[in-house]
């Protein structure tokens, strides 16, 4: 049993089937990744693991414990937080405000046992907010608004993260720092499940990988088997000299 366990995901769309039979682990201290080709449907698994989607069948469980029925704040409650592929701040708060309005919420569910502020203040620092927390969110660049975005699922203090994309519009230096911050995570004990189309970051930072291709798990292992994997060149990586870093 691990941290994470999606067993049988199947999620129809009117005719078309966007997930088949996926099944998946993700493990406390380790970083998952999840890739694939545009419309594989990495973003619906993650709808239906955060309980934005009912599945046409299978589950999801946390700590063994089958999620059915969860509403999204219930798994929030229980542990798990999500970023958005599409950056979704609110752009007239400040970064640290934006922050403030997750660590709230998360207080009024929790019955306040732990200070608002406290949980903002440690994310901040943690990824190396600081120099613009006091800006609008609308001012940040990209790479700064991706930080922000994880920081507001970090204040709810997940011990499943799911990020969707989230190098998506940083530059190298910003990737290689983002990189740094999710075996960080992974080190003090989360389970991160990332969906990226960046692959030497994928490569780099992720234990285990899972491929998607048309709602189907095509291969699932180690970095350095997905790469040599025959199905996920021809699906989505191709030729191994196109994906060296
Ligand atoms: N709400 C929806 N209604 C109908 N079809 C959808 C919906 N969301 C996603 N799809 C379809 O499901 C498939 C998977 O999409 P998605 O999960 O967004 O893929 P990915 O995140 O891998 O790019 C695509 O064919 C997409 O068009
Ligand atoms: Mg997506």
């Not at 619906?44 to 299978?58: A, M, Y």
């Not at 911050?181 to 692959?199: C, P, S, Y």
Request: a negative charge.
């Amino acid at each position: 049993m691990a941290l994470l366990d999606v067993t049988g995901v199947s999620v129809k769309f009117g005719g078309n089937m966007a997930l088949t039979d996926v099944s998946l682990a993700v493990e406390s201290h380790t970083i998952t990744g999840l890739i694939g080709p545009n419309g594989a449907g990495k973003t619906t698994l993650f709808n239906v693991i955060t309980g934005l989607q009912d599945p046409l069948r299978g589950k999801v469980a946390m700590n063994g414990i089958n999620l059915d029925g969860f509403a999204p704040h219930d798994r929030s409650q229980r542990g798990m937080a999500r970023t958005f592929q599409r950056i979704e701040l609110f752009g007239s708060l400040t970064a640290r405000e934006n922050l403030q309005v997750g660590a709230e919420i998360k207080r009024a569910w929790d019955g306040g046992e732990v200070r608002a502020g406290d949980r903002v203040d440690s994310a901040i620092e943690l990824i190396g907010m600081a120099p613009f927390a006091d800006l609008r969110a609308d001012r940040l660049t990209t790479g700064q608004a991706r930080l922000v975005e994880l920081g507001r699922a970090l204040v709810t203090r997940p011990k499943v993260l799911l990020l969707d994309e989230p190098a998506s519009g940083l530059d190298a230096d910003e990737t290689e720092y983002f990189a740094k911050i999710l075996r960080g995570l992974a080190k003090v004990g989360m389970a991160v499940l990332l969906v990226e189309h960046d692959i030497p970051l994928v490569m780099k930072t992720c234990h285990t990988i899972y491929v998607l291709d048309f709602g189907k798990v095509i291969a699932v292992g180690s970095p350095a088997e997905i790469r040599q994997n025959q199905l996920v060149i021809d699906a989505y990586l191709g030729a191994p000299a196109e994906v060296e870093a």
